[in-house]
């Protein structure tokens, strides 16, 4: 049973930090609500974030990110910064998370599985961000900012209360991720 809680928890650091990727703090926020209610575990020094301040803290930077996305010059210098917010966060995210591993072992898995995952969801939306911007001249960002921050919220409570489900979202993104740029260096390859 201790094996499967602690893959449980990797589960749902991942997808936590997938849904970091597309935004910043509203599974920050999630997490220190289901922390706040004791709905999940959390490391024994990460317990602060399931304290009333971090969750004060963390719904206004996450209402504060969510309207800022829909300001058209505002959304492409949020996606600037957040990459290595995203990143951190991530990473942050695994480590509160992830119970019952040696502080190397939890760390390692922080940096490369949670960091690593909120770095290339974010990377890609920014990149997404960008197209549409100069394919629409900015008109469908807030269609694209309405689909992350709702598929941040369905990530993020998934892996709060289905982390496995979460992981296999994770995968079908990655997949999704992978396919996108194999079709695009097929179509960029120097035809003979």
């Known amino acids: 049973m201790q094996t499967f809680n602690v893959i449980l928890s990797i589960f749902l650091g991942i997808g936590l930090a997938a849904a970091v990727g597309f935004r910043v703090f509203l599974p920050l926020l999630i ?6 209610f004791n709905v999940i575990p959390l490391n024994e020094s990460w317990q602060w974030i399931g304290s009333l301040p971090a969750v004060i803290t ?7 990110e ?16 957040a990459l290595p917010l995203a990143t951190l966060a991530g990473t942050a995210i695994m480590v509160a998370t ?3 591993l040696s502080p190397g072992v939890t760390w390692t898995l922080a940096i490369i599985a949670g960091g690593g995952t909120a ?21 469908a960002n807030p269609v694209l900012t ?4 709702g598929t ?20 079908f993104l990655f997949f999704v991720i992978f396919r996108f740029y194999k079709k695009l260096r097929k179509k960029d390859a120097p035809r003979t």
Not at 146 to 149: G, I, N, R, S
Not at 152 to 171: E, K, W
């Open 119 to 139: 770095a290339t969801i974010k990377g890609n939306t920014t990149a997404a961000r960008i197209t549409s911007s100069t394919t629409t001249g900015g008109f």
């Open 146 to 149: 309405t689909v992350e921050t």
């Open 152 to 171: 941040s919220i369905v990530m993020a409570v998934a892996s709060i209360f289905v982390p496995i489900i979460a992981f296999v979202l994770v995968l």
């Open 66 to 81: 969510i309207f800022g996305y829909y300001i058209p010059w505002f959304d492409n210098l949020l996606d600037t910064i």
């Open 31 to 36: 997490l220190s609500l289901a922390g706040y």
């Open 98 to 100: 992830v119970t019952d």
């Open 58 to 64: 963390m719904a206004v930077a996450t209402v504060v």
